[in-house]
């Protein structure tokens, strides 16, 4: 089975050119089912038809795996079978008509204006890495940036002196505007304290952990999760949060939607007007909390 795995791997680092994210969470995925085949007795992948492909969706169900998260796997696993076809290793695709209605989308959650303002508060700018740690939510809630771009950025990428950012996406760039109070937590991060914690493994990253190298996703989230814990914040919080609640606050101040959407990278003017959605929730719960007439009945 653990060949399987290695040449599919192959298969999607070099014919498909997938992202890492796409290739960890194919592999993860690939590995899951075929460990499910191991304990049917089922050693040779091509020998799988859809009743046995169901009976898998079903496994999947009964351990409480969320729909996302199983449309997700079967869309692996329809890749994976794609590549035995290609190979010569299978005649057919167990999971080619496997298909799951899909649940309604989740409203992304968001920060209030207050909840920000506490979590940006939590930092300490007297130490190294709060000091860089004010400096990267400031910057996120500032731009609406993806963790992975933030991480991502280098020392030039941000201009102090006009108080630009420039993003990129894969081979697009973006420029987007940093509020002064950014600007001068970033300034007194890159003037005070990059200098003395970044190693040549770092090179011109913007952002490093405390061992001097750039950061990671996985380490900006952990940092994130802690100071919404610090702040007593109950909501569920990612970094993306931040991103999510920059987009409704523009919007909410009467920002222009396509404005937003040249700030966010959205490809789709579709993927920003979620936002609308998400303000006209807001503004429903606000006048049945505030309207004296709404509370009657």
Request: hydrophobic share 35%; charged share 25%.
């Amino acid at each position: 089975m653990k060949d399987f795995c290695l040449d599919f791997s192959d298969y999607l680092v070099n014919q498909k050119n997938v992202s890492d994210n796409t290739l960890d969470s194919y592999l993860r995925d690939v590995e899951h089912f075929l460990a499910y085949l191991s304990q049917q007795g089922l050693d040779d992948p091509a020998s799988v038809d859809e009743a046995q492909m169901e009976r898998y969706v079903e496994n999947l169900t009964s351990l409480k795996k969320s729909n996302a998260t199983i449309t997700r796997n079967i869309a692996s696993i329809r890749c994976f079978y794609y590549f035995l076809m290609q190979s010569g290793l299978a005649e057919s695709n167990p999971a080619r008509n496997i298909k799951l209605e899909k649940a309604p989308k989740k409203l992304p959650q968001i920060l209030s204006g207050e909840e920000i303002d506490l979590l940006l508060s939590q930092p300490d700018p007297t130490e190294p890495k709060g000091c860089r740690d004010k400096a990267m939510l400031e910057l996120l809630y500032a731009t609406g940036i993806r963790s992975s771009e933030l991480v991502a950025l280098d020392v030039n990428d941000i201009n102090l002196r006009t108080g630009m950012l420039c993003c990129h996406s894969g081979k697009s760039e973006r420029m987007i505007p940093v509020y002064a109070t950014a600007v001068a937590a970033i300034s007194d991060y890159i003037l005070r304290v990059r200098n003395l914690i970044v190693s040549q493994d770092g090179g011109q990253a913007l952002f490093t952990n405390l061992n001097g190298k750039r950061l990671t996703r996985q380490g900006f989230w952990k940092i994130v999760k802690g100071y919404a814990e610090q702040a007593g914040i109950t909501k569920e919080i990612t970094p993306h949060t931040l991103r999510h609640s920059f987009a409704l606050h523009l919007l909410e101040n009467g920002a222009d939607l396509k404005d937003i959407q040249a700030m966010l990278g959205h490809a789709d003017i579709s993927s920003t007007q979620v936002y609308v959605h998400l303000l006209n929730d807001h503004f429903k719960e606000v006048y049945n909390q505030c309207h004296p007439r709404a509370k009657l009945g």
